[in-house]
């Protein structure tokens, strides 16, 4: 049984920074794209960040320069480390699994971020 657990969401003032962290089991990490994606109220679900079995990383253009996706495989652990954060950055961030071979994957339950003006 496939499970994602997030964690490390929470209420913080513009500027500063949160660390995301999403626990896989169930799946062989290596072999999946590990992403997050978050939704904003009223807004269609958008991929954040992703990595790939081979270690390449994208990046949504709005969040270049200041999060930075990573993965402990040892650990089945996939990282979002935010800073600089800021309003519009507020939404429930979701972690994903994707097989490497797949169109679609497994879903965490979200985790809520939100940054005050």
């Known amino acids: 049984q496939v499970q994602l657990v997030e964690s490390g969401g929470g209420l913080v003032q513009a500027g500063r920074s949160l660390r995301l962290s999403c626990a896989a089991s169930?799946?062989?990490?290596?072999?999946?794209?590990m992403g997050w994606y978050r939704q904003a109220p009223g807004k269609q679900r958008e991929l954040v960040a992703r990595?790939?079995?081979?270690?390449?990383?994208n990046y949504l253009d709005s969040v270049k320069g200041r999060f930075t996706i990573s993965r402990d495989i040892a650990a089945n652990k996939v990282y979002l480390q935010m800073n600089s954060l800021k309003p519009e950055d507020t939404a429930v961030y979701y972690c994903?699994?994707?097989?490497?071979?797949?169109?679609?994957?497994?879903w965490g339950q979200g985790t809520q971020v939100t940054v005050s003006s």
């Open positions: 169930g799946i062989i990490f290596s072999a999946h794209v």
């Open positions: 994903n699994a994707r097989p490497s071979s797949a169109t679609s994957g497994y």
């Open positions: 990595i790939f079995s081979g270690g390449t990383t």
